[in-house]
């Protein structure tokens, strides 16, 4: 069963999206897997120190992104297939590139200086 206490909520985003993005981390980690029960909301809810119904609206939000479903007899378990798998790692490799592109521009960094840079520390 997936823990979500090692989820660390910080106030800049929006808590629901936060613990749909820890989902998202752990399938890409491979720690969360097709199969894989969830916790209930009010478990989470009590885990993370937040209102059940914005653990409601995180489920909601996977539930409709297909990679969690939910049953009323099994609750509510991750749904990985190789599609779902792919989806979410380019949509997290793409949010991790967004923002360090970003970053870089922020601080004058150029194109080139920053191939270098990556190239560096790549090895």
């Known amino acids: 069963m997936l823990n979500f206490y090692e989820l660390k909520l910080?106030?800049?985003?929006?808590?629901?999206?936060?613990?749909v993005l820890y989902v998202k981390r752990q399938i890409l980690l491979r720690?969360?897997?097709?199969?894989?029960r969830l916790p209930s909301r009010r478990?989470?809810?009590?885990?993370l120190g937040i209102n059940p119904n914005t653990v409601q609206k995180a489920f909601k939000l996977m539930e409709e992104e297909g990679f969690?479903?939910?049953?009323?007899?099994?609750g509510s378990v991750v749904y990985v297939d190789e599609d779902v798998f792919r989806r979410i790692e380019d949509e997290?490799?793409?949010?991790?590139?967004?923002?360090?592109?970003?970053?870089?521009k922020e601080?004058?960094?150029s194109f080139k200086s920053v191939v270098e840079l990556v190239s560096e520390h790549w090895e």
């Open 10 to 19: 910080n106030h800049k985003d929006p808590v629901y999206l936060q613990a």
């Open 31 to 36: 720690k969360a897997v097709s199969g894989d």
């Open 43 to 47: 478990e989470i809810a009590a885990q």
């Open 68 to 74: 969690v479903r939910t049953s009323s007899t099994l």
């Open 92 to 104: 997290l490799n793409r949010e991790l590139v967004q923002s360090f592109v970003e970053s870089a």
């Open 107 to 109: 601080i004058g960094l």
